[in-house]
């Protein structure tokens, strides 16, 4: 069984080092697509779970909500707080656990998450805490990557290197997948046990490069999992991976004038209480 504490002390130790800005930058419409699928307006109460660097947040701010956002991880409650003091936003930070969120019952219009709760160990456990914190008639909602994207196929890809880490679990101890929350049907069952009208579609964040090439360079240089994993292989595997990655944006991608265009589908799914 897997152990929800070491899960989530593996998941502050990673999100504590590095800077998530360029990934923030690239999926900021998801975020606010999903703010404006909730119908988020001047005055409403705004809880961001699992908030990262704050991407619902700053939607939801900037268009009037009172927002409090809520991250895991102290350093990126930091900088979530950093980003929306520079942009003159009002939010409220505050750090917290997506599986025990630190707020009242029913105290928010709408409980939101993007590319966040997914990760938690435990779905049913966050997806019950996203409704105990949601008003009655309030919305909650969710964007994730489906089973089967480009970034599922970047995970299969990375497995074969990081496999040593996998050592001496039992097929039982695999954390659910975050790519649950971006499954239809599952979504849906998650998002129903304690709500109504689930409504699930999908979405697209795109980014451009000169080509695979430039866009595997543009990526090692600015993700931290992919400079974490420089750190962890030879040259000779991180350079294999490299390979992998850019053959994977060439079949993903699509020719746009002198160079590609990635599109990356997402899964939208609302619900009310």
Not at 48 to 75: F, K
Not at 205 to 220: G, H, K, Y
Not at 248 to 267: K, M, N, S
Request: charged share 25%; aromatic share 8%; hydrophobic share 50%.
């Amino acid at each position: 069984m897997v152990d929800p504490d070491a899960v989530k002390a593996e998941q502050r130790a990673f999100y504590a080092g590095g800077d998530y800005s360029w990934l923030s930058r690239w999926f900021m419409p998801a975020a606010e697509d999903l703010v404006a699928a909730a119908g988020v307006g001047p005055g409403d109460r705004v809880l961001d779970v699992a908030a990262g660097d704050g991407n619902v947040a700053v939607a939801a701010a900037r268009r009037g909500a009172r927002v409090t956002a809520v991250d895991l991880t102290p350093e990126q409650v930091e900088a979530g707080r950093a980003r929306t003091e520079a942009e003159g936003l009002a939010v409220t930070w505050v750090t917290g656990d997506a599986e025990a969120l630190p707020v009242l019952d029913a105290s928010f219009e709408h409980v939101l998450s993007a590319f966040g709760v997914m990760y938690a160990p435990r779905p049913e456990v966050a997806a019950a805490e996203l409704f105990r914190a949601v008003a009655p008639g309030g919305t909650v909602g969710v964007v994730a990557w489906p089973p089967g994207g480009f970034n599922a196929r970047l995970y299969e890809a990375a497995a074969p290197f990081l496999s040593a880490d996998e050592e001496g679990r039992e097929d039982g101890d695999a954390a659910p997948s975050p790519e649950d929350w971006g499954d239809a049907l599952t979504v849906r069952r998650l998002l129903a046990a304690d709500g109504a009208g689930v409504e699930v579609v999908t979405g697209v964040v795109s980014r451009q490069a000169a080509s695979a090439a430039a866009f595997w360079r543009e990526a090692a240089a600015n993700v931290p999992v992919l400079q974490a994993m420089r750190g962890m292989l030879s040259d000779a595997d991180f350079a294999a991976f490299g390979e992998a990655y850019q053959r994977i944006t060439a079949e993903c991608a699509r020719r746009d004038g002198d160079g590609i265009r990635l599109d990356i589908t997402y899964t939208r799914a609302l619900a009310r209480r």
